[in-house]
């Protein structure tokens, strides 16, 4: 590692977790030694603000993060209100997630703008305005704020942007506090985003990730989830690697169902957190040289506190 630094070692609540399994597998990851529990707040699955005030209130030190908040689904006023209510009741454990949300979803729900960038932009500085005290009055194509501020002044809430290329990295290197690599988050994506923002606070990755004794068995449970790498929509993902062009030609060659299947074992451990534990802290430790901040694991497999517990050993 860089000095004697150590990225912050974080685990991922499961978008389908039954929500009676919620609270129990946030007091186990508190009690396993992780320093962060993210949601996600996908669409059908469960709310954001929903599961982090049911985390934060159900755990006493775990940092909880919200990843990520589509800016198109609510009106920015009353997000700030809902992150300064759980800031003052759980001062320094919460951390905002904000990004375009997934086109398809956003559009099912009539939620997509015209201009996505723009948006994004006017949310995230009305955003940080209204959480740092400001009263707020702006009038842009999306965000229209007529003198509004918070009662009383809010806790401070660190707002990362969930990235999906470099126009709205730029946009959080201009505005917020740091930004969220959504898997597979390897170390050349890693670098590159702290390349591209040198002085920006926070780097959080997100990867899928499984340890178990035998490498092939951690490999087979997040080797499907892989199947999509090659998406023009992870081309951001993807540039930096050193074999990016050979993912491209392999996945135009195989039908769909074989991509993942057909991925080479140094890819997918390139691409992932699995392996054994050993294997996985040594992964963790070059992802911290490459300049993540903290990392989030994505536990698989069908006894998800089972798997919250293997990942563990490799912290």
Same mark, same amino acid.
């Given at each position: 590692?860089? %000095?004697?630094?150590? *990225?912050?070692?974080?685990?991922?609540?499961?978008?389908?977790?039954?929500?009676?399994?919620?609270? !129990? $597998?946030?007091?186990?990851?508190?009690?396993?030694?992780?320093?962060?529990?993210?949601?996600?707040?996908?669409?059908? $699955?469960?709310?954001? &603000?929903?599961?982090?005030?049911?985390?934060?209130?159900?755990?006493?030190?775990?940092?909880?993060?919200?990843?990520?908040?589509?800016?198109?689904?609510?009106?920015?006023?009353?997000?700030? +209100?809902?992150?300064?209510?759980?800031?003052?009741?759980?001062? %320094?454990?919460?951390?905002?997630?904000?990004?375009?949300?997934?086109?398809?979803?956003?559009?099912?729900?009539?939620?997509?703008?015209?201009?996505?960038?723009?948006?994004?932009?006017?949310?995230?500085?009305?955003?940080?305005?209204?959480?740092?005290?400001?009263?707020? =009055?702006?009038?842009?194509?999306?965000?229209?704020?007529?003198?509004?501020?918070?009662?009383?002044?809010?806790?401070?809430?660190?707002?990362?942007?969930?990235?999906?290329?470099?126009?709205?990295?730029?946009?959080?290197?201009?505005?917020?506090?740091?930004?969220?690599?959504?898997?597979?988050? *390897?170390?050349?994506? &890693?670098?590159?985003?702290?390349?591209?923002?040198?002085?920006?606070?926070?780097?959080?990755?997100?990867?899928?990730?499984?340890?178990?004794?035998?490498? %092939?068995?951690?490999?087979?449970?997040? =080797? !499907?989830?892989?199947?999509?790498?090659?998406?023009?929509?992870?081309?951001?993902?993807?540039?930096?690697? !050193?074999?990016?062009?050979?993912?491209?030609?392999?996945?135009?060659?195989?039908?769909?169902?074989? $991509?993942?299947?057909?991925? !080479?074992?140094?890819?997918?451990?390139?691409?992932?957190?699995?392996?054994?534990?050993?294997?996985?802290?040594?992964?963790?430790?070059?992802?911290?040289?490459?300049?993540?901040?903290?990392?989030? +694991?994505?536990?698989?497999?069908?006894?998800?506190?089972?798997?919250?517990?293997?990942?563990?050993?490799?912290?």
């Amino acid at each position: 590692m860089s %000095g004697n630094r150590r *990225a912050d070692a974080g685990v991922m609540l499961p978008r389908d977790l039954p929500a009676e399994q919620i609270a !129990p $597998f946030a007091r186990r990851a508190e009690e396993l030694g992780f320093d962060e529990l993210w949601v996600v707040e996908d669409l059908g $699955f469960h709310g954001g &603000i929903a599961q982090a005030a049911t985390v934060l209130a159900v755990t006493g030190r775990i940092r909880v993060g919200i990843g990520i908040l589509p800016v198109g689904a609510r009106n920015v006023a009353f997000t700030a +209100m809902e992150l300064a209510t759980l800031a003052r009741l759980h001062p %320094g454990r919460l951390v905002a997630g904000i990004g375009h949300g997934m086109p398809d979803w956003m559009r099912q729900v009539g939620a997509w703008p015209a201009s996505p960038l723009t948006l994004f932009g006017e949310y995230a500085r009305a955003l940080t305005a209204l959480l740092r005290g400001e009263r707020v =009055r702006v009038a842009g194509r999306y965000v229209r704020l007529a003198d509004v501020g918070l009662a009383p002044a809010p806790a401070p809430v660190p707002v990362l942007a969930g990235v999906r290329g470099p126009r709205s990295l730029a946009v959080a290197g201009e505005t917020l506090d740091g930004v969220i690599l959504a898997e597979p988050a *390897a170390v050349e994506y &890693i670098a590159a985003a702290r390349s591209a923002l040198p002085g920006i606070a926070r780097v959080v990755a997100f990867e899928l990730a499984a340890v178990h004794r035998d490498p %092939g068995v951690a490999r087979s449970l997040v =080797r !499907p989830l892989l199947a999509g790498v090659a998406d023009p929509g992870l081309s951001a993902h993807l540039e930096p690697l !050193p074999f990016a062009g050979q993912v491209r030609r392999l996945r135009a060659r195989c039908p769909a169902g074989e $991509f993942a299947r057909a991925l !080479p074992d140094s890819w997918v451990d390139a691409l992932t957190l699995a392996g054994t534990a050993p294997e996985v802290r040594a992964r963790l430790a070059g992802l911290t040289d490459a300049g993540a901040s903290a990392v989030v +694991m994505i536990p698989l497999g069908p006894d998800r506190l089972a798997a919250l517990t293997d990942l563990a050993a490799a912290l």
